[in-house]
């Protein structure tokens, strides 16, 4: 057998003892988020001059979709991804209107059973924008477990997630500079975590879930006569999903 055909056999046989399914549902969900920026006038021959505290935050709805595809048997590859968009409103100031909100996420797994519980690890990318005021772009590796089991005619899979964000990067627009400007913050590192109760039943899809972030302080960034350091970035979302299964 020459080595094409081997190869094509090969594949053959994954093929027939590979498993696909999935899910797709319609997210919503409600986002707030607090980012703590310090800033120092820096003074003619070194040092700085006083340290103002501004916390820029923001808060809203977000409406979109979201979906999982799972193929494998004993270890299984899943990827999901998911785009919501929505609006917010920045409480830097009283009077600012709601600013359009966009989120996007992707995410590939590796997924197994050990002792009757689903454990995965893998990759993820998140996105953020918020009215062009704030982009947030974050890489991390969750690490989750899975427990399932039977609540009358549904089942229901109970999902506990924690994870390094081993890259990020946060573009902020500073105001208080003369002239507006902008500042990012790279090499960002921090946490994520989430919890999600997720009952099925005859393909229905029914999941409320909770997501939240941390990142940490970063090394400080110089606009003009101001230097900035972005103490710390918290983001929180809680919402439901409403789908199918194929």
């Given at each position: ?16 003892e590979?498993?696909?399914g ?8 409600f986002?707030?988020?607090k ?17 103002v505290?501004?916390?820029i ?6 409406a979109?979709?979201?979906a999982?595809?799972d ?8 990827v999901?991804?998911?785009a919501l ?7 830097r ?5 709601i ?9 590939a ?25 704030r ?6 590796m ?7 089991g ?9 999902t506990?997630?924690a994870?390094a ?37 005859r393909g229905l ?12 302080e970063?090394?400080?960034e110089t606009i ?15 919402g ?7």
């Amino acid at each position: 057998m020459t080595t094409r055909r081997m190869v094509f056999a090969a594949l053959a046989v994954l093929a027939g003892e590979a498993q696909a399914g999935g899910h797709a549902a319609v997210e919503v969900a409600f986002h707030e988020s607090k980012v703590k920026l310090i800033e120092q006038e820096v003074q003619t021959g070194g040092g700085s001059n006083g340290k103002v505290a501004d916390m820029i935050q923001s808060r809203g709805s977000l409406a979109g979709v979201w979906a999982r595809v799972d193929v494998g048997r004993e270890v299984r590859l899943r990827v999901a991804a998911r785009a919501l968009v929505g609006g917010a409103t920045n409480e830097r100031e009283a009077d600012e209107p709601i600013e359009r909100m966009r989120m996007g996420e992707v995410r590939a797994l590796l997924a197994t059973e050990m002792a009757g519980t689903t454990v995965y690890t893998g990759l993820g990318y998140r996105h953020v924008d918020v009215g062009g005021r704030r982009t947030s772009r974050a890489g991390y590796m969750p690490l989750g477990l899975t427990m399932s089991g039977r609540m009358g005619a549904w089942m229901v899979h109970t999902t506990a997630e924690a994870g390094a964000v081993f890259w990020g990067e946060e573009t902020l627009e500073v105001l208080d500079v003369g002239s507006t400007g902008s500042l990012t913050f790279a090499g960002v590192t921090g946490w994520q975590g989430r919890l999600t109760l997720e009952a099925r039943r005859r393909g229905l899809l029914l999941a409320p879930f909770v997501r939240t972030y941390k990142l940490s302080e970063t090394a400080p960034e110089t606009i003009g006569k101001f230097e900035y350091t972005m103490e710390s970035v918290r983001a929180t979302e809680a919402g439901l999903r409403v789908g199918i299964g194929f």
